[in-house]
């Protein structure tokens, strides 16, 4: 399973802000994409995001989230 916060983490500059969602036309679900939470999660403990935003569906799923690069 790709860690779909990585890559965008990767591809973002120092400072800049970005919203991580699902892409369909990479096989990513709203159930696979609920890892990309934890993924990002993992990056704001070792201080290279902060997690600005998570966007939720009415039914709990996580749909998108906000995110800056500090490092």
């Known amino acids: 399973m790709r860690d779909i916060a990585k ?12 919203w991580i969602r699902p892409v369909a036309a990479k096989g990513d679900t709203l159930e696979t994409f609920q890892t990309a939470h934890a993924g990002a999660q993992a990056l704001e403990q070792e201080g290279l995001i902060d997690i600005e935003k998570v966007q939720r569906q009415a039914d709990g799923l996580i749909d998108a989230i906000r995110i800056q690069r500090l490092a």
């Open 7 to 18: 890559e965008v983490y990767s591809k973002m500059k120092v400072g800049s802000v970005a």
